[in-house]
């Protein structure tokens, strides 16, 4: 059973068309919507999509979480990490996951900065600033040479899932999740994926957040 878990907050606009278009590659789409206060619910379920509702807004990671907590209740064999703004292409997952079951790893990493780089619209701030700092920090936590830790596009095996649970809320489970590849000496690799930026993204403040968040998560706890 392969299950798409799509995080979403206020992608009322978007959600219906990933779900649609998830729906072809998948066994059951299951958005995860952080206390929307747009129609972000009603366009999931209308097009097909089971919904897991927080009544509180938590962030990302958390939405993860959710989405690992029901695949792990249903038995997924996979699970994949896909963005509900419609940034992500499902014409990479049948490549990802041949990847992940020929290289007989147990978690794919999708990167924009692999292959042919075809990703030419990225923010040069992502791409100069965010991205290396970001690489930065993942290999001080975790030790993992990754060239995109911060992409959202993943594919986790039952094994993986198993493993890999969130406890960073925000943004910087991105971080985590290295962390736990590594603690958890878990089998892994990247591919090249498409990213489509439909506005800015994060930004500056939002990078930062990643890191104290991470820095309070690793050491404060």
Same mark, same amino acid.
């Given at each position: 059973?392969? =299950? #798409?878990i799509v995080p979403a907050y206020n992608e009322e606009k978007r959600i219906g068309e990933v779900v649609r278009d998830l729906a072809s590659y998948v066994d059951e789409v299951v958005v =995860? %919507?952080?206390?929307?206060d %747009? &129609?972000?619910i009603f366009e999931a379920k209308n097009n097909g #999509? $089971?919904?897991l509702q927080h009544k509180i807004n938590l962030?990302?990671?958390a939405a993860l979480e959710t989405g690992h907590e029901y695949a792990r209740r249903v038995g997924a064999d996979y =699970?994949?990490?896909f963005d509900g703004d419609g940034q992500f292409s499902v014409e990479d997952i049948k490549p990802a996951l041949a990847k992940l079951q020929i290289d007989n790893v147990d978690i794919i990493l999708g990167s924009r900065f692999l292959g042919n780089n075809k990703n030419k619209t990225i923010p040069w701030t992502k791409r100069y600033i965010l991205s290396p700092v970001s690489r930065f920090i993942d290999r001080l936590f975790s030790g993992l040479?990754? $060239?995109? #830790?911060h992409n959202g596009f993943r594919i986790l095996n039952k094994n993986a899932l198993e493993k890999i649970k969130i406890t960073q &809320?925000?943004?910087a489970h991105a971080s985590e999740i290295p962390n736990l590849i590594k603690k958890h000496n878990l089998k892994y690799s990247e591919i090249p994926i498409t990213v489509y930026y439909h506005e800015y993204g994060q930004g500056l403040s939002g990078g930062f957040k990643i890191v104290r968040d991470l820095i309070w998560g690793k050491f404060l706890k």
């Open positions: 059973m392969f =299950v #798409a =995860v %919507d952080d206390k929307s %747009d &129609n972000t #999509a $089971t919904v962030g990302q990671g =699970v994949i990490h040479k990754l $060239t995109d #830790a &809320n925000g943004m």
